[in-house]
């Protein structure tokens, strides 16, 4: 009861010393996080506008005729590069036909064309599967071979690496890579392959992903709002200032000679598509994005293998910056404004402060400031600031807009997972070489039935729904809108309330979990 009674006093004693300094610092070094993020958004936005208005499409920035109409018919099929298409996959029962179908079905002369499925499978009922359509299309013509290995070393990054080891491969001038889930339209190749068959500079073409399954559910319309302005924004813009940007792991188009020279696949990280691109970009070579070609794929369904993909999206270029920084310094081949685009714009501000700025200051830094009233927060720093951000990465999925409240929600539940992720690829910890292949539902669209279950067992299916962070910091943002109700003046609790009320949804379970399944 004595030191129970003490605690106001030690309290106040250590208060005015210790924790308003170090609360008004943590203010300060969050309130520049959110001005580099803000400044980063508004360069984006007006290059972007800049670039629509002068029209800097890459067919006017590059030659890109059809192959066949400019080399000499005679030639046939010959005039034809050789291509080889790489697709890897993991347990993949629900959608591996989709992928090998859509490969298969590509318009490019069928001598012309190679296709490997990299099947690192573990499952042997699937691995048969998969091996019986390969079969079933190698009986149709189809150039098309089944391929595993004895381990997962390296996992993506093994399975890609040794296939580029066989002789065949020699005579292949482009590989591309498709995930498992991604379908691409039969004239993929001829709208891509010009661009590197023209321009011996170019070491890659990638494509925009587009999500079969992006009305789902709201988990999957949230998903979609962040990525479109991955891919209509940030993508767009990178390629066309300075013809750089991060590979997206598929549905792009490499040049093989590039590949090489840039040193082939490497494990090092769960980016190993990052890491390829960011050292064929130190050769020198030019990268090119097509937003009006279109890759169909599929977004995680569950918040479980959407939380797993976060991490691995979050943890692995973090980790990637951390190794390659001094490298990117030191690197006398491409030109001081490139260097400063990869560092500044591409990892610290979209891969690191923008992950733990989202966490820090408005999941603990502004609510902590309710119990210190010394501490203030300018409304610019907390209202006009976000507000401008979240309109400005509300352009790329128009249709959305008025989910706009609830993809900042959202959002600020899943940079608890983003941020503990940074810092762990930063810090090279624990679980920063975690691979977890983000499971995949193809076109399957019934529902999980609601089967009859004892008492004890619907009790383990909800605890396991359960998700302890969430409901930790849900009750903190919840404690302490009651505070500000009670002693605030800020009207912080408007926010915090609804901010704990997302908390508390994702951390009973009820984002993500009615989904289909076969």
Same mark, same amino acid.
């Given at each position: 009861?004595?030191?129970?009674?003490?605690?106001?006093d030690?309290?106040?004693?250590?208060?005015?010393?210790?924790i308003?300094?170090?609360l008004?610092?943590?203010?300060?070094?969050? %309130?520049?996080?959110?001005?580099? &993020?803000?400044?980063?958004?508004?360069?984006?936005?007006?290059?972007?506008?800049?670039?629509?208005?002068?029209?800097? *499409?890459?067919?006017?920035?590059?030659?890109?005729?059809?192959?066949?109409?400019?080399?000499?018919?005679?030639?046939?099929?010959?005039?034809?590069?050789?291509? %080889?298409?790489?697709?890897?996959?993991?347990?993949?029962?629900?959608?591996?036909?989709?992928?090998?179908?859509?490969?298969?079905?590509? *318009?490019?002369?069928?001598?012309?064309?190679?296709?490997?499925?990299?099947?690192?499978?573990?499952?042997?009922?699937?691995?048969? !599967?998969?091996?019986?359509?390969?079969?079933?299309?190698a009986?149709?013509?189809?150039?098309?071979?089944?391929?595993?290995?004895?381990?997962?070393?390296?996992?993506?990054?093994?399975?890609?690496?040794?296939?580029?080891?066989?002789?065949?491969?020699?005579?292949?001038?482009?590989?591309?890579?498709?995930?498992?889930?991604?379908?691409?339209?039969?004239?993929?190749?001829?709208?891509?392959?010009?661009?590197?068959?023209?321009?011996?500079?170019?070491a890659?073409v990638?494509?925009?992903?587009?999500?079969?399954?992006?009305?789902?559910c709201? !988990?999957t319309?949230?998903?979609e !709002?962040?990525?479109?302005?991955?891919?209509?924004?940030?993508?767009?813009?990178?390629?066309?200032?300075?013809?750089?940007?991060?590979?997206?792991?598929?549905?792009g188009?490499?040049?093989?000679?590039?590949?090489?020279e840039?040193?082939?696949?490497?494990?090092?990280?769960?980016?190993e598509?990052?890491?390829?691109?960011?050292?064929?970009?130190?050769?020198?070579?030019?990268?090119?994005?097509?937003?009006?070609?279109?890759?169909?794929?599929?977004?995680?369904?569950?918040?479980?293998?959407?939380?797993?993909?976060?991490?691995?999206?979050?943890?692995?270029?973090?980790?990637?910056?951390?190794? !390659?920084?001094?490298?990117?310094?030191t690197?006398?081949?491409?030109?001081?404004?490139?260097?400063?685009?990869?560092?500044?714009?591409?990892?610290l501000?979209?891969?690191?402060?923008?992950?733990?700025?989202?966490?820090?200051?408005?999941?603990?830094?502004i609510?902590?400031?309710?119990?210190?009233?010394?501490?203030?927060?300018?409304?610019?720093?907390?209202?006009?600031?976000?507000?401008?951000?979240?309109?400005?990465?509300?352009?790329?999925?128009?249709?959305s807009?008025?989910? %706009?409240?609830?993809?900042? %929600?959202?959002?600020?539940v899943?940079?608890?997972?983003?941020?503990?992720?940074?810092?762990?690829? &930063?810090?090279e910890?624990?679980?920063?070489?975690?691979?977890?292949? *983000?499971?995949?539902?193809?076109?399957?669209?019934k529902?999980?039935?609601?089967?009859?279950?004892?008492?004890?067992?619907?009790?383990?299916?909800?605890?396991?729904?359960?998700?302890?962070?969430?409901?930790?910091?849900?009750?903190?943002?919840?404690?302490?809108?009651?505070?500000?109700?009670?002693?605030?003046?800020d009207?912080?609790?408007?926010? &915090?309330?609804?901010?704990?009320?997302?908390?508390?949804?994702?951390?009973?379970?009820?984002?993500?979990?009615?989904?289909?399944?076969?």
């Open positions: 009861m004595d030191a129970a009674a003490g605690l106001p030690a309290w106040s004693q250590v208060r005015a010393p210790l308003v300094p170090l008004q610092l943590s203010v300060a070094v969050c %309130l520049g996080m959110a001005v580099l &993020l803000f400044l980063e958004r508004l360069y984006m936005g007006v290059v972007i506008v800049g670039v629509k208005l002068l029209r800097r *499409t890459p067919e006017r920035r590059y030659k890109c005729d059809p192959i066949a109409e400019e080399d000499d018919p005679e030639l046939g099929s010959a005039a034809f590069p050789v291509v %080889l298409v790489q697709i890897p996959m993991f347990n993949e029962r629900e959608v591996y036909h989709l992928s090998i179908g859509a490969v298969c079905g590509l *318009t490019w002369p069928s001598d012309r064309l190679v296709v490997q499925v990299l099947d690192d499978s573990t499952d042997p009922i699937i691995k048969e !599967m998969v091996r019986l359509e390969c079969e079933r299309w009986h149709k013509g189809i150039n098309i071979t089944y391929q595993t290995r004895e381990d997962r070393k390296g996992y993506k990054a093994g399975a890609l690496k040794q296939g580029m080891k066989h002789g065949y491969v020699r005579e292949c001038e482009y590989v591309v890579i498709f995930d498992a889930d991604f379908q691409p339209n039969p004239d993929y190749l001829h709208r891509t392959i010009p661009y590197l068959h023209h321009n011996p500079q170019i890659l990638q494509a925009r992903w587009r999500f079969v399954n992006a009305d789902e709201l !988990m319309r949230m998903q !709002m962040s990525l479109d302005y991955h891919f209509k924004v940030e993508q767009e813009v990178s390629s066309s200032v300075c013809a750089f940007f991060g590979f997206n792991g598929t549905a188009v490499w040049r093989i000679a590039a590949l090489n840039a040193g082939g696949w490497n494990d090092r990280t769960t980016v598509d990052m890491d390829l691109a960011i050292r064929a970009s130190l050769k020198g070579w030019k990268f090119v994005y097509l937003g009006d070609v279109q890759v169909k794929s599929e977004l995680p369904s569950t918040f479980k293998a959407f939380r797993f993909q976060q991490h691995r999206w979050s943890c692995g270029p973090a980790n990637l910056f951390r190794k !390659m920084l001094m490298e990117i310094v690197n006398k081949k491409v030109t001081i404004w490139k260097k400063f685009h990869v560092i500044y714009n591409f990892f501000v979209r891969k690191i402060v923008a992950h733990i700025v989202t966490f820090t200051f408005y999941c603990i830094i609510p902590t400031t309710i119990f210190v009233p010394e501490v203030h927060i300018p409304k610019w720093g907390c209202v006009y600031i976000p507000s401008i951000i979240t309109l400005l990465n509300s352009v790329g999925t128009p249709r807009f008025h989910l %706009l409240f609830f993809w900042i %929600l959202f959002e600020n899943m940079s608890l997972h983003r941020t503990k992720a940074t810092l762990i690829g &930063l810090l910890a624990g679980r920063v070489n975690e691979w977890v292949v *983000t499971e995949k539902l193809g076109n399957v669209l529902m999980k039935s609601a089967n009859k279950a004892s008492t004890k067992k619907s009790f383990m299916r909800m605890w396991e729904r359960l998700n302890i962070p969430e409901l930790g910091v849900g009750a903190f943002l919840f404690s302490c809108g009651w505070y500000d109700v009670a002693f605030g003046k009207n912080f609790f408007i926010y &915090l309330f609804f901010q704990s009320m997302a908390f508390f949804v994702v951390g009973v379970g009820y984002v993500g979990t009615i989904v289909p399944q076969s």
